[in-house]
């Protein structure tokens, strides 16, 4: 028998929410008694709101006591954190930005121990799970529950993901096979501390997808949670990230999607790095996982199935068919400063990418309606999305403005 107790991570960096969501994490759990926190206090004394002295005597809470300066990211900052698992039957992984449904850790177990009768030895319930605002709370919690879509390979070769509403959710008993892994909502047995630890040479990037393969190769079952057992915050608007304060945060991200292509093998990349415990497990093997979900690494390609959104695992193909059934699609937002494109008069933008040797891989120009759409972004910079079919990777991206009054503008050049 199982000592039923959950360890909790949160890996928190100068953020408001972190007290109000250790609170209702308690407040809503069936058996308080059973949690055990382990919290990374990334902090700084400027920030009057960021303080734990109430937990302080709770023989429940570990806290590693970080100054904020001295944060090297948050996959570091997870790892820290994860020094502190002392057997606990299970494990939930959380932001500190969240919100709880009443009885979440019973519900959670629940799911756990109904996968397991059905075979799946090593259960991981995971998901970009459904928002709440804190500025209009409980009002603007969404009652829906999500699961994870396919977005894109952004061009250092990280997977991107999107949070979609369940389609079936009402008519589901149980929770939907995932293919991908959230490093702000997991729930899975104790034993994932130790066998799949968060790598602390990872910055950001990379992190889920990197997690997510290691996982299934260690023989964790991803799923995705029917109901809602929590929300929570993504916009955090106005308030400091890690690389915000970090001066270095640029080269170590520039690191991090190395050492990603590297274990993934990827664009040609040697895996000439000993990572040690970071590595994939040896239950399955990064095929099976590619098979199962229906992405290539080496190809940086996605079946149609997935690109779909239907439930995983993907159908089984052999041979040519396998080979044959990726498509290469490259996805990309360029961010275009509104400095850069002051007029009011644009007729069009040249929008094109090209490959190493300068020759244009693809072109779509944007028209006066896309371009208004462009300079009034509620972000404060224009956003140009592209998406097409290439066997290349492009080197770099090029928008062009024509204006009615001064004809071609500055060309504007990225690197991908």
């Keep these: 028998m199982g000592n039923g107790k959950i360890f909790i991570q949160i890996a928190s960096y100068r953020d408001p929410q972190l007290v109000p969501t250790i609170k209702d994490c308690i407040k809503n759990a069936k058996n308080p008694k059973k949690l055990v926190f382990s919290i990374a206090w990334q902090h700084s004394t400027e920030d009057l709101w960021d303080n734990l002295d109430e937990f302080k005597d709770d023989k429940r809470f570990k806290v590693v006591d970080i100054d904020y300066k001295e944060s ?60 709440f605002d804190p500025d209009n709370d409980p009002s603007g919690r969404i009652q829906q529950p999500w699961k994870m879509n396919f977005d894109r390979f952004i061009p250092e070769g990280a ?42 040479e990872y910055y950001f990037h990379g992190e889920e997808i990197s997690i997510a393969v290691r996982a299934y190769t260690w023989g964790y079952d991803l799923f995705h949670p029917h109901k809602i057992v929590a929300w929570h915050e993504y916009t955090r608007k106005g ?38 415990i970071y590595d ?8 099976d996982y590619e098979r199962y979900a229906g992405l290539s690494f080496k190809k940086r390609a996605v079946q149609q199935y997935t690109i779909d959104n239907k439930y995983a695992p993907n159908p089984p193909l052999f041979g040519d068919n396998f080979d044959k059934s ?9 961010d275009i400063g509104f400095d850069k494109i002051p007029l009011t008069d644009y007729e069009f933008f040249v929008v094109a990418f090209h490959d190493e040797m300068d020759e244009t891989i693809f072109r779509k120009d944007a028209d006066a309606n896309e371009i208004k759409n462009i300079k009034n972004d509620s972000e404060g910079y224009g956003k140009i999305w592209r998406e097409f079919q290439t066997d290349k990777k492009p080197k770099y991206w090029v928008v062009w403005p024509y204006s009615t009054t001064n004809g071609w503008c500055e060309r504007i050049t990225g690197d991908l």
């Design 159 to 200: 997977v991107f993901f999107l949070p979609a509403t369940i389609d079936d959710y009402k008519e589901r008993t149980e929770p939907l096979p995932a293919r991908f892994y959230s490093a702000h909502f997991c729930f899975t047995l104790g034993s994932f501390v130790k066998e799949v630890p968060h790598d602390p």
């Design 72 to 131: 090297k990211g948050a996959c570091w900052a997870r790892n820290q954190l994860q020094q502190n698992y002392k057997d606990e039957e299970y494990t939930l992984q959380l932001d500190s930005h969240h919100r709880f449904a009443e009885n979440w850790d019973e519900e959670c177990i629940l799911m756990v121990k109904q996968l397991q009768k059905k075979g799946h030895k090593k259960p991981l319930l995971t998901g970009y799970i459904s928002s």
């Design 326 to 334: 990726f498509l290469k699609i490259f996805k990309h937002c360029i």
């Design 239 to 276: 308030r400091k990230k890690q690389w915000d304060d970090d001066p270095k945060w640029v080269t170590k991200n520039v690191n991090c999607h190395l050492r990603n292509r590297k274990l993934f093998e990827m664009d040609g990349e040697v895996k000439d790095i000993d990572f040690g």
């Design 280 to 287: 994939f497990g040896s239950e399955r093997t990064l095929e």
